[in-house]
């Protein structure tokens, strides 16, 4: 199992960014794919998670109106469309995914396999 994300980079504040995880896995239906982020002085911090088969879509408070996650299926892929930027949106963003674990897709131990991560920064 491999995940690749990319498309990170530095935008100004109100900017937008898309980011891309391909998930390479058995073709299973119904693996949750998640985004995270994390900063040096915080806490690997949930930002939203998509289930791979149903579509159901799930966001953290802070991203909330913001970030959107969609997925295409043909492509194997999950996207995070994050607008409205904010200087408090710099972080690494990493993606994972759900395949044998159990439990909410708000934790990242939930989460079987990562990905590299993606520098997000945003300027004020």
């Known amino acids: 199992v491999q995940l690749q994300a990319s498309g990170g980079g530095l935008v100004q504040a109100g900017g937008s960014l898309r980011l891309s995880c391909a998930v390479s896995?058995?073709?299973?239906?119904?693996?949750?794919v998640g985004w995270f982020r994390q900063t040096p002085v915080k806490d690997r911090e949930f930002v939203a998670a998509i289930s791979w088969g149903g579509g159901s879509t799930y966001y953290g408070d802070s991203v909330k109106g913001r970030f959107s996650i969609s997925k295409d299926n043909t492509k194997d892929t999950v996207y995070l469309q994050m607008n409205n930027l904010q200087p408090e949106d710099t972080a690494v963003y990493y993606c994972?995914?759900?395949?044998?674990?159990?439990?909410?897709?708000?934790?990242?131990?939930?989460?079987?396999?990562w990905g590299q991560g993606t520098l997000v920064t945003v300027s004020s």
């Open positions: 896995a058995p073709s299973y239906a119904g693996y949750p």
């Open positions: 994972a995914v759900q395949i044998y674990k159990s439990g909410s897709n708000i934790y990242p131990e939930s989460y079987d396999y």
